[in-house]
């Protein structure tokens, strides 16, 4: 079983680091499972321009493989301007749209403002909804004033929310893994 994390940004550090602790609270609950993290500011991802994503190449190509490998998916944007950003929605864009159907999804996000977390309900889970994935039922939320000046994670509630989402996404991946079996496939 393979977990990929999207930090959805080129700019700062914030969202990869709580994607990160998500991805290393799934490794204590799901020990043994693979870990990828895709820090969209390392990539040169080409904009979307509507043809099949098949024919895409280089960084843009290894970013829509690597989401579509995946059994379970973090997702995560910082908040620009009341919305996701403009890296995460063209990922989006990008994907086949049957590559995240059936697939356990984890929702986070980082923003300036604590109102920000409606974002994650507002515009992240229609999207998600669209393509059919399991979104895990709770979320992730940190304010820049949750991180430390080394910017680490400091608030103990958003920890245990890392912690819950994790629970939940194991949960989620293993009820449907024992579906599918019943179903043969």
């Known amino acids: 079983m393979k977990i990929v994390g999207v930090s959805g940004t080129i700019v700062g550090s914030k ?36 043809r099949d994503p098949a024919s895409y190449t280089d960084d843009t190509k290894k970013v ?13 944007t910082p908040v620009f301007q009341g919305s996701i950003t403009g890296v995460t929605k063209n990922v989006f864009d990008l994907l086949p749209a049957d590559s995240l159907r059936h697939k356990v999804v984890g929702l986070v996000a980082t923003g300036g403002t604590y109102q920000h977390y409606l974002v994650i309900e507002n515009q992240l889970r229609p999207i998600l909804a669209y393509f059919r994935a399991f979104v895990a039922p709770g979320y992730v939320y ?25 629970a939940e996404m194991t949960l989620l991946s293993g009820l449907w893994e024992a579906k599918a079996a019943r179903l043969g496939g």
Request: hydrophobic fraction near 50%.
């Open 15 to 50: 969202t990869a680091v709580l994607v990160k602790k998500v991805l290393e609270a799934m490794s204590h609950a799901q020990p043994g499972i693979a870990m990828e993290l895709l820090d969209l500011k390392q990539y040169d991802v080409q904009f979307c321009d509507g």
């Open 64 to 76: 829509i493989d690597t989401i579509c490998s995946a059994d379970l998916l973090i997702f995560g």
């Open 142 to 166: 940190a304010h820049m004033d949750h991180f430390d000046e080394n910017n680490d994670i400091a608030d103990v509630e958003v920890l245990l929310r890392i912690q819950n989402l994790a």
